[in-house]
């Protein structure tokens, strides 16, 4: 019975990491995995707890640290960016008048929907710009007379 308190404990921990994705909840889920081991094999609930706090702070100072390290954006690895890091800094165009509301912008062949990075300037339908940042399912856009690819605008300096 205690394995099974430990099994699910470490998926609500594992569930709850997905909606924080901080990379901490997990670790705790890790050691809850671990202790779940140890209850299966018959050690005493002292021993599963200690198991559940060792684990969980091995991985927390250990693990963490190497996982974070390797997920940073490509931006800062100097890697080749790719999925939706790849589209900041892309040139779109217009295909609905793009506001600090609303608006529907082409990148490279696909339907994105838009809102102007400063939200003083509208855009109209068939005008360039450049995509600022992605933010979800919606790229910030700025106009594009930008002097070189990847500089922003004086805001995001």
Not at 59 to 84: C, D, I, K, M, N
């Amino acid at each position: 019975m205690d394995a099974v308190f430990w099994i699910v404990l470490g998926v609500v921990l594992a569930v709850a990491e997905i909606f924080t994705t901080t990379l901490f909840l997990i670790m705790f889920g890790v050691g809850a995995f671990a202790a779940a081991g140890a209850a299966a094999l018959g050690a005493p609930v002292a021993l599963q707890a200690v198991v559940f706090a060792v684990v969980s702070a091995l991985s927390v100072v250990v693990v963490r640290p190497v996982v974070r390290r390797h997920a940073r954006p490509s931006l800062e690895t100097g890697e080749q960016p790719f999925g939706v890091e790849a589209l900041e800094g892309a040139t779109a165009v217009v295909l609905e008048p793009v506001d600090a509301d609303r608006g529907m912008v082409k990148i490279d062949g696909e339907l994105w929907t838009a809102r102007s990075y400063d939200a003083t300037r509208t855009y109209a339908e068939g005008e360039r710009v450049q995509v600022i940042k992605v933010r979800g399912a919606t790229a910030l856009v700025w106009q594009d007379d930008i002097s070189t690819p990847g500089e922003l605008p004086e805001a995001k300096r």
